[in-house]
């Protein structure tokens, strides 16, 4: 490799400073806000819409009561499920669970990713029966797993873990795989270890890839958790829906469906903050 090429691998690799970055013209901030503001409120049309669109055939009793019950009425229900504690206790219950499950599910993928991106016997080994067995949903290892776990809370633990390994796993494999070969050379001419090799390059490099990964498997995780709830759960926010429609209350069914799509928003919005911030930090060091 020429010296000439050396320089501009290692500035593709990230050993050089980058440049500093490049002040926003006059205006420019208040034009991204604008910007910002207005996709926004575009996101925000459809969910009017429906929501117009229920509280019209509500009011018009177009739809019985008894199955769609009116927006007011499951703001209610949820302001008092809210206020006698139960909403409470039963997200802590299921986000216990969920968090549980998701660090034994994503540190065990996160594991086997890195295993098979950087071993090719491991990957020739494991990688296509890893492959195959990721295409069966978690809901069919639910009576096997019973067999052996039982209903109680390993069962609900093992399933999001098997949820939450597979996409942290695939995508870990993926960004090792695709670490640019410029980047290994580098790493060659300054004569690094296999410890420098995966701390100072592979992984930095992989960094977007493992946490796509990591918010797909949080999802997974949250998914598989409501999923379990409703089939096998006394408690959590999958049970407050078996327990509305047993009791006929579709009020209850709502309330619940829209906490468990909130809290998915809440954990998803909360992981893309750390990662746009860890991606800063990456391309701070670029």
Do not use: C
């Not at 929501?51 to 927006?71: F, G, K």
């Not at 098979?116 to 020739?124: C, K, N, P, V």
């Not at 379990?228 to 327990?243: K, N, P, Q, R, Y």
């Amino acid at each position: 490799m020429t010296q000439q090429g050396i320089q501009e691998s290692q500035t593709q690799a990230g050993y050089k400073l980058a440049a500093p970055d490049v002040a926003l013209p006059a205006g420019g901030a208040s034009r991204l806000l604008s910007r910002k503001v207005g996709n926004v409120a575009v996101g925000l049309v459809f969910p009017a819409a429906l929501l117009l669109a229920w509280s019209y055939a509500s009011q018009r009793e177009l739809i019985p009561a008894q199955i769609l019950p009116a927006p007011g009425l499951v703001v209610q229900t949820l302001t008092e499920l809210a206020s006698s504690g139960d909403l409470h206790t039963n997200i802590a219950i299921s986000l216990g669970r969920v968090l549980g499950g998701f660090a034994a599910g994503g540190a065990a993928g996160l594991a086997l990713g890195i295993a098979m991106g950087l071993s090719r016997r491991i990957e020739e080994h494991v990688h296509p029966l890893f492959k195959a067995l990721a295409q069966v949903p978690a809901l069919a290892w639910l009576p096997l797993v019973m067999m052996v776990a039982g209903i109680g809370e390993s069962l609900k633990l093992i399933l999001i873990a098997q949820a939450s390994l597979i996409p942290v796993a695939i995508n870990t494999f993926e960004g090792i795989k695709n670490v640019p070969r410029s980047y290994i050379e580098v790493a060659r001419v300054f004569r690094f270890s296999h410890a420098q090799l995966l701390r100072k390059v592979v992984l930095p490099a992989a960094v977007p890839s493992i946490a796509v990964g990591i918010r797909y498997g949080l999802t997974q995780a949250w998914l598989s958790l409501v999923t379990v709830e409703l089939l096998a759960s006394s408690e959590g926010v999958g049970f407050l829906i078996v327990w509305g429609r047993q009791l006929f209350q579709l009020d209850v069914v709502l309330a619940a469906i829209l906490v468990v799509g909130i809290v998915g928003l809440a954990l998803d919005k909360g992981l893309e903050a750390i990662e746009a911030r860890l991606l800063r930090w990456r391309r701070a060091a670029l």
